[in-house]
């Protein structure tokens, strides 16, 4: 879905993203879904996942599940 068809959406970024803008937007939407977008292309698509989906994502990045992919894109 466009993200410019989510009018009224709120979108949100982590206070860790960087200057450079590369981050990644949330914004909640109306039935408690949850949409995702490229914060350099506001206008570009959005991902748009279920409560249960985001809450696997975040769990898993806290438990370290996603780890790996930090450490090897620094080398």
Known sequence: MPA??????RWLK????????NCVE???LPGGH?????????EGPALIYTRPEIEALILGAKDGDFDHLIA????
């Open 4 to 9: 410019t068809g989510l009018t009224g959406a």
């Open 14 to 21: 982590s206070r860790r993203s960087n200057s450079q803008g």
């Open 26 to 28: 949330i914004a909640e």
């Open 34 to 42: 949850i949409a995702m977008r490229n914060s350099r292309h506001p």
């Open 72 to 75: 090897s894109s620094s080398n």
